[in-house]
């Protein structure tokens, strides 16, 4: 019970990036890698600060802020060098290899008896649901924050730059700039999944997150399959299914370890997972589908 | 209201493929002329409109509108003062936003977008207002997406949703080039009415000769990226369809 508890904790933790992709991928249409390296950067500034002693919400701050950061300087690059947006981030990611490296000066720091997040508030004397609890209240403020942005004035006019580049330019909005915002905004929530896991694992690792993005991807078309079938419009409704994506993903490499699946294979799993839920609906639908 | 001095647009300048598109055009359009170009293909047409709307920029010469030079304004900052109608109704609109949070965004074309929600009743009711004079029962289905409406129907909208925010210059590419019959002639008259009642200055481009002889009161007929023809309005409305089919033979 207790493992696929860690897996919901894992899922809510990784919710964050989830809504990260459907931002970069669903939103704006740009397949975005710099996730890699910006998850971990989130991970190494909340691992440095909280061992100087800093308070949580200065460190979340940091880790928005470095997120962005990544996320803009790959938005500039495939916007204003005119570089294609993947390899724009591959670039970005491989750099934030060195810059996270050197930020730790180790390849792991662990995170054990240091206040964080998760210590905050002791609403169960169990630490797992503690953390649960912690958990669910983060990622709702952070989805309600999302759900209304996207239903602001910007945030259609973000839909729109994804959607109809030439229909929006020509109604006054600098796209080069809203893209730049676009995964400024992206890589600032994949950060922020790199803040939560790193303390709910309680370390931070140089290759946590070598091959993440394929989790914001899968959860994000966990989510899209469910969108199209249900023929969903409702922009609350489709960030859930990302949350929602996001859980089921992490309970599916649980129950993978669970039937005693080598965790050297889990990775191939991941990725057989992925090509299953992407193919599965235009082979049954192939008959009335063009695409 | 809208001055061309000296426009040129070069393609692949220096090499084997340039292409002169625009080539040393002088242009003057009054306030509220509307202005048809008609032209083989590559004869320029497109490019010039393009430089007017600032989504390409002129190798050399000015570009002004309403007194204002604007000829290093990109299309997001001229769109201040001029909406468009693209031939493809894709261009247009966005498929997958509603056509309220469509035109939401028409309605701020001059505008900042920000962090509040703009969309409320008061909006939808005047967008279903709007709409309704169309006449096409569209105003019941402002939540559906954009992209379940014909091209027909979505070039419509696009025309009105030009004037939810102040407009100056409407820029019309071949707006009807993917309709049929009957939705290209609805698209024509509503543009008409809506040039009429915001006074507009505007421009057509069409290859539709039935269209350029109707509508407008100039015409102008380009080759190789210069003005072969220019009528003004008494030339124009004593021109015969005839006369404009023999342009092209």
């Known amino acids: ?291 | 209201m809208i001055d061309i001095n000296n426009l040129n647009k070069i393609f692949n300048a220096g090499q084997p493929n340039q292409v002169n598109a625009v080539n040393g055009i002088d242009l003057h359009i009054k306030s509220e002329d509307f202005l048809v170009i008609v032209g083989a293909n590559g004869s320029g047409k497109t490019t010039l409109l393009n430089l007017v709307a600032g989504s390409v920029f002129p190798s050399s010469g000015t570009i002004s509108i309403d007194s204002e030079n604007v000829t290093k304004q990109p299309d997001y900052q001229r769109s201040r003062s001029i909406a468009r109608v693209f031939q493809n109704p894709m261009s247009g609109t966005a498929s997958d936003l509603s056509i309220l949070d469509n035109f939401r965004l028409a309605s701020i074309r001059t505008k900042s977008k920000g962090l509040s929600i703009g969309v409320n009743d008061t909006f939808k009711n005047q967008v279903k207002e709007k709409i309704s004079t169309l006449g096409l029962g569209l105003e019941n289905k402002i939540e559906q997406p954009m992209g379940t409406l014909s091209g027909g129907q979505r070039q419509a909208l696009t025309l009105l949703m030009s004037v939810m925010d102040s407009c100056k210059v409407l820029l019309l590419d071949e707006p009807t080039a993917a309709l049929d019959p009957r939705s290209a002639d609805i698209v024509m008259r509503t543009a008409e009415e809506i040039i009429r009642d915001y006074r507009l200055t505007s421009i057509l481009i069409t290859h539709n000769l039935k269209d350029a002889f109707n509508y407008g009161n100039r015409i102008i007929l380009m080759g190789e990226g210069k003005i072969v023809k220019d009528l003004e309005k008494d030339q124009k409305s004593a021109l015969k369809q005839t006369d404009l089919y023999d342009w092209f033979g």
């Open chain 1, 1 to 291: 019970m207790d493992f696929y508890l860690t897996a919901l904790l894992q899922g809510l933790c990784f919710s964050a990036l989830a809504l990260g992709i459907y931002i970069s991928m669903k939103i704006f249409n740009i397949p975005d890698i710099t996730t890699d390296g910006s998850y971990t950067l989130g991970a190494v500034i909340t691992a440095i600060l909280i061992k100087h002693g800093q308070p949580t919400y200065i460190t979340l701050i940091s880790v928005i802020l470095a997120g962005g950061l990544a996320g803009a300087l790959t938005g500039i690059i495939h916007t204003k060098l005119k570089i294609n947006a993947l390899l724009a981030g591959i670039l970005v990611m491989t750099a934030l290899y060195s810059v996270n490296i050197s930020l730790m000066g180790t390849s792991n720091l662990p995170l054990i008896n240091v206040p964080s997040i998760f210590t905050l508030i002791n609403i169960s004397a169990n630490l797992n649901y503690n953390t649960f609890w912690i958990l669910s209240a983060f990622v709702i403020v952070i989805t309600l924050i999302i759900g209304y942005l996207l239903k602001t004035d910007f945030g259609i006019s973000m839909r729109a730059t994804g959607n109809s580049e030439s229909m929006i330019r020509s109604l006054g909005v600098n796209t080069d700039r809203m893209k730049i915002t676009g995964l400024a905004l992206a890589n600032a929530l994949t950060a922020v999944s790199g803040y939560l896991v790193s303390q709910q694992q309680g370390f931070t690792d140089i290759s946590m997150g070598i091959g993440v993005v394929i989790i914001g991807l899968g959860s994000v078309i966990i989510a899209e399959t469910l969108i199209n079938w249900l023929k969903i419009t409702s922009i609350w409704l489709s960030l859930l299914l990302v949350l929602g994506g996001a859980i089921i993903f992490q309970f599916v490499l649980a129950i993978t370890l669970d039937i005693g699946v080598n965790p050297n294979l889990l990775k191939g799993v991941t990725a057989i997972f992925v090509l299953l839920i992407v193919s599965l609906p235009r082979i049954s639908f192939k008959g009335n589908q063009n695409d």
